[in-house]
């Protein structure tokens, strides 16, 4: 009976020590343990398909202050046939891109892990103190996430020339032989594509943010791509960690190749360490 009571025992205690085992946090990762923390709320911030539907349609640009103030979605753009979509309309509507939705997937599954709270936030509704306060995720270029414009005075790498066809990452403070920018064309040969990954403080320096920005909708799955696959992601950390093991803000722009909608052969053109 003694020895009965000894194995339930020992049975018992092997399985708390399996359950603990099993619910233990895994090793904490050197990105998603600071923007993805259980007391501190994460917004996700998808681009804003129909804005830049309205902007290719208009031939127009929209800073923050324009976005904010939504007088873009009522102007008027000449006449149009009754029953015709306006530029307008697309722009009211709230459209997002299938890299984005996947990207959203991911970081879901990837914040369950982490036991922490996700918030997805449509662009619209999203506030300055938002900004101040949590930590953020924003997925897509200033001209699709107006929200990026606020980070870029800090940023080296940043988005210009945006054309039909063709779209430039500025390197706004060249280094060695890098050059002044990278530009996208739609018509290159090569298909190449560029994404920026930003990992940056938040407005109110009580958190970070992650931006993720791209060329094309496949640039912008190139930068969601490196930072999601830790064996391209934890090398570059690696090269830029403090000697206390902390990792600094950064930049760094990828160059890839557009297959078929899909980032393939990624590589780093250029990084800085940002603090």
Same mark, same amino acid.
């Given at each position: 009976m003694v020895l009965l009571v000894a194995l339930l025992v020992v049975g018992v205690r092997s399985a708390k020590r399996a359950t603990a085992d099993t619910l233990a946090p895994s090793t904490s990762h050197p990105l998603w343990s600071l923007l993805l923390r259980p007391n501190q709320r994460t917004i996700v911030v998808p681009s804003d398909t129909g804005l830049v539907m309205w902007q290719s349609a208009t031939g127009q640009g929209i800073d923050l202050a324009?976005?904010?103030?939504?007088?873009?979605?009522?102007?008027? $753009?000449?006449?149009?046939?009754t029953g015709q979509v306006t530029p307008a309309d697309l722009a009211g509507r709230r459209y997002t891109s299938i890299v984005d939705l996947g990207i959203v997937k991911q970081l879901t599954q990837i914040a369950d892990t982490q036991k922490s709270r996700l918030v997805l936030s449509y662009a619209r509704d999203v506030h300055v103190d938002d900004l101040k306060e949590a930590n953020v995720?924003?997925?897509?270029?200033? /001209?699709?996430?107006?929200? /990026? %414009?606020?980070? %870029?005075?800090k940023m080296n790498f940043v988005f210009a020339d945006a054309h039909i066809r063709q779209y430039s990452v500025v390197n706004r403070t060249p280094a060695g032989a890098e050059p002044a920018k990278w530009t996208a064309n739609y018509?290159?040969?090569?298909?190449?594509?560029y994404g920026v990954v930003g990992f940056l403080p938040n407005l109110g320096g009580t958190g970070s943010v992650l931006i993720? %920005?791209?060329t094309s909708m496949a640039g $912008?799955?190139?930068?969601?791509?490196?930072v999601a696959d830790d064996s391209s992601f934890l090398p570059f950390v690696n090269r830029v960690r403090r000697p206390d093991g902390s990792i600094p803000h950064f930049q760094l722009v990828l160059e890839s190749t557009n297959l078929t909608g899909s980032a393939v052969k990624r590589s780093i053109a250029a990084w800085r360490v940002m603090d």
């Amino acid at each position: 009976m003694v020895l009965l009571v000894a194995l339930l025992v020992v049975g018992v205690r092997s399985a708390k020590r399996a359950t603990a085992d099993t619910l233990a946090p895994s090793t904490s990762h050197p990105l998603w343990s600071l923007l993805l923390r259980p007391n501190q709320r994460t917004i996700v911030v998808p681009s804003d398909t129909g804005l830049v539907m309205w902007q290719s349609a208009t031939g127009q640009g929209i800073d923050l202050a324009g976005y904010l103030s939504g007088s873009y979605r009522a102007q008027s $753009t000449g006449d149009i046939p009754t029953g015709q979509v306006t530029p307008a309309d697309l722009a009211g509507r709230r459209y997002t891109s299938i890299v984005d939705l996947g990207i959203v997937k991911q970081l879901t599954q990837i914040a369950d892990t982490q036991k922490s709270r996700l918030v997805l936030s449509y662009a619209r509704d999203v506030h300055v103190d938002d900004l101040k306060e949590a930590n953020v995720i924003l997925i897509g270029a200033a /001209v699709a996430n107006p929200w /990026v %414009e606020l980070f %870029e005075p800090k940023m080296n790498f940043v988005f210009a020339d945006a054309h039909i066809r063709q779209y430039s990452v500025v390197n706004r403070t060249p280094a060695g032989a890098e050059p002044a920018k990278w530009t996208a064309n739609y018509d290159d040969p090569q298909h190449r594509v560029y994404g920026v990954v930003g990992f940056l403080p938040n407005l109110g320096g009580t958190g970070s943010v992650l931006i993720l %920005e791209g060329t094309s909708m496949a640039g $912008t799955q190139c930068a969601w791509d490196f930072v999601a696959d830790d064996s391209s992601f934890l090398p570059f950390v690696n090269r830029v960690r403090r000697p206390d093991g902390s990792i600094p803000h950064f930049q760094l722009v990828l160059e890839s190749t557009n297959l078929t909608g899909s980032a393939v052969k990624r590589s780093i053109a250029a990084w800085r360490v940002m603090d």
